[in-house]
Structures are given as structure tokens and as C-alpha cells.
């Protein structure tokens, strides 16, 4: 099999360091290994998303020596693949429309019936307040609002057959080798994710796994912050039928406090160094690659 990887960021501020070391990391394993390398822009968030900062982050690529085969796919050009998908999904009864906010959501949370809250990928687990007794009957998947996918119900279209994938580098706490995924865990430390976001068509998690399979990627290769959320992405994946790649999930980037680099990180981007007359090599020294 080819060995086909990709660097996908969003184009929500400068390149830094960490976004370096990733998009290095995937590079140099695709080159190793004879394969290939793809860039993706992931913009579904257009109200974050900057002219600007798509030129730039391909300008930042190719200083560090980096190219990539074909087309740069945009997320934002796939809304069509999106809702297709959302609506198989809500064909199937496995989607919910829910307007909670954010706040309602932690109200909902600590109401002391519950017990302690509960972090997953995405925050808090969600509660379930607007999960219906019954799937939705209508045929059209309603448009515009927000939509969760009912994992229990899920669960039950996979009939509860085991869920896995590979990992070739760690999770946050070593895990690597075959990962087996527990319709428990899903349930329990994952819950009722939002698929489709409020004024986005889709979400990350959605877009994510689609994109992977339509970009052909073998190999993820990504930061250890998205571990918890692969076990999404491969129910995602059975669901809609996509094949499963080899995750290899790496160490992140920490600033001298220890705190993981984010695109507010203007001290640490790219640019930043560039113009200070840093050399690709001296970015690759910084990040221990
Ligand atoms: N767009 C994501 C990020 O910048 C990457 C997601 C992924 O690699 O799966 O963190």
C-alpha cells in the first residue's frame, strides 16, 4: 500500500512551531517511505478563516522545504460531500437536532443527579436534553441547525461489533499498537458529539474522516491532543462506510511552561523566525527533528 499522509491545518492564524514539527514529521515519512503527501485546508469555520493566512501557510511550507502532491483540498469547497453524508446519517435515525448552548449544556451537566461532570474530545459529555425517545421520522435532514449523532443509537447500527484502529506512534498515555475502542467508552468519555455545528454545514469530526477517505490517506499523522478523538472518527467511519488509516499520533510542542503551543503563539510562528534570519534547519533543530 502507498503510504499516503497529509498536514491539515486551518487558516486561523500563523504556522508555529508545533504546526512545524508535524508537518515536517508527516513529510519526512511520507518521503522515507516513497509516498505521498497531501495538504489540506480545513475552513469549515469561515468566520475565523483569513485571506491571508492561506497564502501564508503555504508560503511557510515550502521555506521548511516541504511540497505536496496535487490540489490543495478546501474544506470549505466540500459542503455538497458534507451534507450528503449528514443526510445517510439522518436517514438512518442517527442524528438529533439540539440547540443547546454552551451554557445550557453545563447547567444540564452538574445538576446533581448526574454526578461529577464529565470532559470528552469536545468538552463537556453532552447530557443528552434534546436526544429524542424515538429517531426523527421526517425523510429530509432539517436544514441549518445543529444536529448530534445519537451514539447508543450508533452503536446498535454497528451491532456492538468491535471498533480499532492502529496506532504507530502513542496516545497520551502510551497507548500504541492495535487500539480496541469499547462501545463503553464511546458512550461514557465521548457521548453525543455535534456533527453538524451552527452555521459551519458539518463539524471537524465529519469533515475529518470524509476528507481522509477522499484525499486516499493511509497515515494520519497528527498531534497527540486528537487521540481521544480518533475513537469518533472511527465509528464515523464504519458508519459511512470508509476504510479505517494507520494513525500515528505525535508528541506536541510545549512553550518553557510546559502550556502546548496555540495559533496565538505569534512569539513562536514561523514568520516570526524567518525574519529573524532563521534557517528551515534551525526550525528543525528547535523541534528536535
Ligand atoms: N485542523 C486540525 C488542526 O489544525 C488538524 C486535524 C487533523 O489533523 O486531524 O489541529
Known amino acids: 500500500m502507498t503510504f499516503r499522509t497529509r498536514f ?7 504556522l508555529h512551531l508545533g504546526h512545524a514539527y508535524s508537518a515536517l514529521l508527516a ?12 495538504l489540506r485546508i480545513e475552513d469549515i469555520d469561515q468566520s475565523r478563516a483569513r485571506p491571508e493566512w492561506y497564502s501564508a501557510i503555504e508560503d511557510d511550507l515550502h521555506w521548511l522545504g516541504i511540497t505536496w502532491s496535487g490540489k490543495v483540498l478546501r474544506q470549505s469547497d466540500r459542503t455538497a460531500t458534507y451534507s450528503a453524508a449528514l443526510q445517510t446519517l439522518w436517514s438512518r435515525g442517527l442524528l438529533y437536532p439540539c440547540t443547546c448552548s454552551r451554557r445550557d449544556i453545563e447547567a444540564a451537566a452538574s ?8 470532559h470528552g474530545p469536545d468538552g463537556l459529555i453532552y447530557p443528552g436534553t434534546c436526544r429524542p425517545n424515538t429517531p426523527g421520522g421526517a425523510l429530509r435532514c432539517p436544514e441549518d441547525t445543529p444536529l448530534r449523532l445519537d451514539v447508543r443509537r450508533a452503536l446498535a447500527a454497528i451491532e456492538d461489533e468491535p471498533l ?49 477517505a477522499a484525499q486516499g490517506i493511509s497515515h494520519v499523522v497528527r498531534g497527540r491532543d486528537l487521540f481521544e478523538a480518533t475513537r469518533i472518527h472511527v465509528l464515523l467511519q464504519r458508519l459511512l462506510n470508509l476504510p479505517t488509516p494507520t494513525y500515528h499520533h505525535h508528541r506536541l510542542i510545549r512553550d518553557e511552561t510546559g502550556k502546548r503551543l496555540a495559533k496565538r503563539d505569534d512569539a513562536r510562528a514561523i514568520a516570526r523566525y524567518r525574519a529573524e534570519g532563521a534557517t528551515p534547519q534551525d526550525i528543525r533543530s528547535m523541534v528536535d527533528l
Open 8 to 14: 491539515a491545518p486551518s487558516p486561523t492564524g500563523p
Open 111 to 118: 445538576a446533581p443527579q448526574e454526578g461529577a461532570p464529565h
Open 164 to 212: 480499532s484502529f492502529r496506532e504507530t506512534g502513542s496516545g497520551p498515555d502510551g497507548e500504541t499498537g492495535l487500539i480496541t475502542i469499547s462501545g463503553a467508552s464511546l458512550r461514557d468519555d465521548v457521548g453525543d458529539v455535534v456533527l453538524r455545528r451552527r452555521n459551519m454545514g458539518t463539524s471537524y469530526h465529519l469533515s475529518v474522516v470524509l476528507d481522509d
Open 27 to 38: 513529510h519526512d515519512m511520507a518521503m522515507s517511505r516513497n509516498g505521498r503527501f497531501l
